[in-house]
């Protein structure tokens, strides 16, 4: 080993909790990174087995009826590989030890197990068996939700007619990744069912002999591109049987909600760690710059002997390669850690045959070299100031450091009424400018991470508030499969247990502007109606016009529209004209894109008599007149969903108490790390710098802890006001990180409460606080008495 | 001088340093008495233990071994809160390099003293004591050395400390800046009646002390006794 390399290793022992502070700071962005991307590919790589081991289909349409003859023709389509038809209806369960019809989706499946298109797998039990007609598969999770196990029996109310079903299996397909109730969005097991009966049994139960209402098919691969207009060849040649929706697997709700959450994952992935690497980078300039300082003798020398400028270089690049190099391994072990973390939480929502956390060897590398390369940026000042040095120059003594005035004293009343302690401080943060900004930016990093924390919290509260406080007034959500007549909501209407009840008519339709279209449905929702009201942007009330529309700001941007324009309506169901209807006002909706209009005069359009087709009710809270309620419900004839919204809250609400309160303790953690990090570094430089001062003071009969108080008040200032910057920064990422969040199914308003602002605040300081116990003990490790004898 | 009475009594004083495997016996049974009042020079080669024996008698470090007193009380048992609040009520200390903080004026230097001390001068006062009432606001980097100086002992006056210790005060000094520096102590020592310990290795000082103790083989070798000290003006260097 070479001498310089000695020397490497004895300044590396020196400085070596100064290395640590920060290669934890890199650690933690590489382990967020590694982490992060590994949850992903876990994903993609379970995604892609499940997808193909199902057979996951590449298109769906759901239609009225057609004939199963007519959807077998449509093999021929240029591009379809296959094509697969199945019944399939929206049903209630009638389960023991609950009040509550529970809506089921019901899916025909083979008699015989066959390999179709959106294959089930067996998770307990068996498939179909010969001797009974009316057997069931049941999807695993909602068996586990509400305790079904193979050979139960449940009774349904299916077309109309209680039928007694037999349990004899449990199982998962690549179909329902995630699954919620329609129109919910939200996960919550219990409450949405999916079952799996026999072929036969559905074609007998609902008429359908020789028919179809939903149609599913794989596309040969090079047909994979035109998955578009191959829907649309398949939707128009299928039109005369009613088709309801035609999609392609990228906006089936499933597989497009998994592929949001990874999109979004990867992107967080590559956004997050950067504030980690770059305050990381930052910090690790002052500590080279200081040692390139307080080296500056031995480098003259070294120079003078003979040293080039490229080993020195190297020399102090192996330096701060150290912090990165220990980041990297530190972050890789991190990032497997949470990537398992991730992984589990996901389970939680997704549900997969097999989601493992696997090792990446290449992600882990990438991780190394991107924590190698942040640490090298790391040492670009101070390298170039050792480049600069001119060996006898550098030899001498480092000139004085520089007296004089700084601006805030010419505010005299206030620099005059500070202790010379203060003085002393503000003084040498306005100086040492570089070091202070250091230090003001990594709080400003660290606390916009808090402010993401508590925004990230805050939004789902408000919007959990804004949804079922302000705009969903109702308790219950009654959906038939049919409308109905007017005449049919006023006796649902008087029914007991009913206090008040609103009726609600949806039409599926497409909106045209242009060669902009957007499947989606209007409302049409009672004028001063008080169940139902729309908010604006602000969250204000908006009034529900006479005539037009009211529409989501984020559908009018998709269709490139404002308000004033016109919109071509075209119902998916019944006669096929388009109506040319005005979009009246821009509205905020935090679920879905809707589109609301006044009942009556949404009829008067179409044309027919007043139809309903939800009723949207307020229920009596008393024991009794729930139950009351309960039991009329459970005889309507042709009611589809039951949503209770109190159960969406409540659910909505223990999802975030599930996932979002722990991740926010991690991103909290995550960013203790910055403060800890930053402030512990800084804290080690100044104190090897002003050792003799210190030293000074403590013989000039200072106290330890008042010593310790200079730094503390340092720390305070610099960190109170990078917070104090941090919070209108975080809440920007914030709304920004909202807006990366907004889907056609979901919007979060970006929401900071202020009592966040004060807590982001108070974290900030018990950060500085906390350091200072480790700055205390550096303090009292130091030997004052030879630092007072040291010729600096 | 001996009817003043004993203000600091060292008794058999030693100090050993760990150096790795290697115990370095530096002192090995001091004994001397410092009397109130006084200004007792420190002498002895290089590397016998003045320095040591200073720290130790300023409280900013402990013997070994033996004990050491201020008026009457062993601060040889002190603990560090209770020896940091001796050297903040008693003890001044001016060393060779200043050690001034660079980022505070002259005067606000003085402050970092007077602000934790019980009866203090005002920092100005201070200044104006050692001739620099004009150069309150200058920091350390716009002084010169004997300045600079002069600021330190502003700096350790001000607190009107009863034991002024002083580690070769002038040995980054020329002439006529060593002769201000001394000047001064001699004007704190007869006008304030401070008692001040110095160390320095010019044997002409010692025309100037009351007495001198001169260290070698970690004891006090001998005591001279000088009756008729003379002003630093008349030092015959
Ligand atoms: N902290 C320490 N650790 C080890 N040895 C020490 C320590 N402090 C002092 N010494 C040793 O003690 C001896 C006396 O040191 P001291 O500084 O007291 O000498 P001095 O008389 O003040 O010398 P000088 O005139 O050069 O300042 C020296 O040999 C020194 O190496
Ligand atoms: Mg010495």
Redesign the interface.
């Known amino acids: 080993m070479g001498a310089l390399d000695r020397k490497l290793l004895r300044d590396i022992g020196q400085s070596w909790h100064m290395l640590l502070a920060i290669s934890a700071i890199i650690a933690a962005g590489i382990g967020c990174f590694v982490g992060m991307m590994s949850a992903a590919q876990n994903l993609e790589y379970a995604r892609s087995n499940y997808y193909s081991s199902c057979r996951l289909a590449d298109f769906w349409i759901d239609l009225k009826k057609a004939p199963v003859q007519e959807v077998k023709r449509l093999t021929a389509v240029r591009g379809i590989s296959e094509i697969q038809e199945r019944i399939q209806f929206r049903v209630l369960l009638d389960l023991p030890g609950t009040e509550k019809p529970i809506g089921t989706m019901v899916i025909s499946l083979p008699d015989e197990a066959e390999s179709i298109i959106n294959n089930i797998i067996i998770r307990t039990g068996t498939y179909f068996t010969h001797g009974r007609a009316n057997e069931v598969i049941i999807a695993e999770k909602f068996a586990h939700a509400r305790n079904i196990k193979p050979g139960d029996s449940i009774s349904a109310i299916l077309n109309n007619q209680r039928k007694e079903l037999i349990v004899v299996g449990t199982a998962i397909s690549a179909e329902f990744v995630y699954m919620v109730s329609p129109g919910s969005m939200i996960d919550d097991p219990g409450t949405y069912g999916l079952m799996y009966i026999k072929q036969s049994f559905a074609e007998d139960t609902f008429g359908f002999h020789g028919a179809c209402n939903s149609v599913v098919g794989l596309l040969a691969p090079e047909a994979q591109q035109e998955v578009e207009s191959i829907v649309n060849t398949l939707s128009d040649r299928l039109e005369s049987y009613g088709v309801f929706m035609g999609v392609p697997r990228s906006e089936q709700f499933s597989p497009m909600v998994l592929d949001a959450e990874m999109t979004q994952l990867k992107n967080i992935a590559f956004i997050f760690p950067s504030f980690f690497l770059v305050v990381a980078a930052l910090v690790l300039n002052v500590l080279m710059v200081r040692l390139a300082e307080q080296q500056r003798t031995v480098i003259g020398t070294l120079k003078a002997i003979g040293y080039g400028n490229k080993a020195l270089m190297f020399h102090f690049l192996k330096f701060a390669a150290t912090a990165g190099f220990a980041g990297g391994i530190l972050g890789c072990f991190l990032g497997y850690w949470l990537g398992a973390a991730i992984t589990k939480m996901y389970m939680e929502y997704f549900t997969f045959p097999q989601l493992s956390n696997i090792f990446y060897p290449l992600l882990s590398l990438a991780g190394m070299f991107v924590s190698i390369v942040f640490s090298m940026l790391g040492t670009l000042k101070g390298v170039r100031h050792i480049m600069q040095m001119e060996p006898a120059e550098a030899m001498r003594e480092a000139a004085?450091?520089?007296?004089?005035?700084v601006f805030l004293e010419k505010i005299h009343l206030f620099w005059q009424n500070l202790?010379?302690?203060w003085?002393?401080i503000l003084?040498?943060l306005l100086?040492n400018k570089g070091r202070t900004a250091v230090a003001v930016f990594s709080a400003v990093m660290g606390s916009s991470i808090v402010v993401l924390a508590f925004g990230a919290v805050d939004s789902m509260d408000e919007m959990i508030h804004l949804q079922f406080e302000r705009v969903l007034r109702s308790d219950y959500h009654l959906t038939f499969q049919n409308e109905m007549s007017h005449a049919a909501f006023d006796e649902i209407r008087r029914l007991p247990g009913i206090v008040h009840a609103e009726p609600v008519v949806i039409l599926p339709c497409t909106f045209q502007v242009g060669n902009h279209s957007k499947r989606g449905a209007i409302m049409g929702i009672t004028g001063n109606g008080e169940l139902t009201c729309p908010l604006d942007e602000n969250g204000d009330a908006v009034s529900l016009p006479a005539t037009g529309l009211l529409m989501t700001d984020r559908l009018m941007e998709r269709l490139g529209i404002s308000a004033g324009d016109f919109v071509d309506v075209l119902p998916v169901k019944g006669e096929r004209s388009i109506h040319k209807l005005p979009v009246v006002q821009g509205i905020s909706s935090m679920l879905g894109l809707v589109v609301y209009a006044d009942y009556n005069w949404l009829n008067a359009v179409l044309g027919r008599e007043k139809v309903v087709s939800e009723v949207r009710v307020l229920a009596a809270h008393s024991a009794a007149g729930k139950r009351a309620f309960m039991e009329r419900v459970r005889a309507m004839p042709g009611l589809e969903t039951l949503t209770d919204l109190g159960e969406q809250k409540q659910a909505l609400n223990r999802q975030m108490d599930r996932a979002m309160r722990s991740s926010v303790l991690i991103m909290i953690l995550f960013a203790a790390v910055i403060f800890f990090g930053a402030i512990l570094n800084g804290t080690m430089v100044a104190i090897s710098e002003r050792r003799?001062?210190m030293?000074?003071?403590?013989?000039?009969?200072?106290?330890?802890n008042?010593v310790a108080r200079l730094f503390l008040r340092e720390n305070l200032v610099t960190n109170v006001i990078g917070t104090l910057i941090g919070l209108p920064i975080g809440y920007w990422i914030l709304t920004l990180t909202m807006q990366a969040f907004v889907t056609d199914a979901y919007s979060f308003p970006a929401k900071l409460k202020p009592v966040s602002y004060v807590y982001t605040m108070a974290c900030a300081v018990l950060f500085v606080f906390m350091s200072q116990v480790i700055v205390r003990r550096t303090l009292r490790k130091q030997n004052?008495?030879e630092a007072?004898?040291l010729?600096e | 001088m001996s009817t003043s009475h004993v203000l600091m009594k060292l008794e058999n004083v030693h100090r050993t340093f760990q150096v790795g495997e290697v115990a370095v016996h530096v002192l090995r049974g001091v004994d001397l008495d410092v009397y109130a009042g006084e200004l007792l020079l420190i002498q002895g080669e290089s590397g016998s233990g003045k320095?040591t024996l200073m720290?130790m008698i300023?409280g900013?470090?402990q013997p070994s071994q033996g004990t050491i007193s201020f008026e009457g009380e062993e601060i040889s048992k002190f603990g560090?809160?209770r020896l940091?609040?001796?050297?903040?009520?008693q003890?001044g200390?001016v060393?060779q390099?200043y050690?001034?903080?660079?980022?505070?004026?002259a005067l606000?230097?003085v402050?970092?003293?007077t602000?934790?001390a019980e009866n203090p001068m005002d920092p100005a006062e201070a200044l104006d004591l050692v001739g620099l009432s004009e150069r309150l606001?200058?920091?350390?980097?716009?002084l010169s050395g004997g300045e600079q100086q002069r600021v330190a002992m502003a700096?350790a006056i001000a607190k009107r400390p009863k034991l002024m210790l002083c580690d070769e005060p002038t040995g980054s000094l020329d002439r006529e800046n060593t002769t201000k520096i001394l000047e001064l102590l001699q004007k704190i020592n007869q006008e304030t009646d401070t008692t001040v310990v110095m160390i320095t290795h010019a044997q002409t000082m010692r025309q100037m002390a009351n007495r001198i103790a001169i260290i070698g083989d970690g004891v006090i070798d001998r005591v001279i006794l000088n009756e008729n000290p003379v002003p630093a003006r008349e030092l015959v260097w």
């Open positions: 004085p450091q520089v007296g004089g005035a202790d010379a302690q003085q002393m003084r040498g100086r003799r001062e030293a000074t003071f403590r013989t000039m009969g200072y106290f330890e008042e004052w008495v007072l004898s010729k | 320095t720290n300023g900013i470090d560090d809160r940091t609040q001796f050297r903040r009520d003890v200390f060393f390099f050690n001034l903080v660079p980022t505070l004026s606000e230097n402050a970092t003293a602000e934790i606001n200058h920091f350390p980097s716009q700096r």
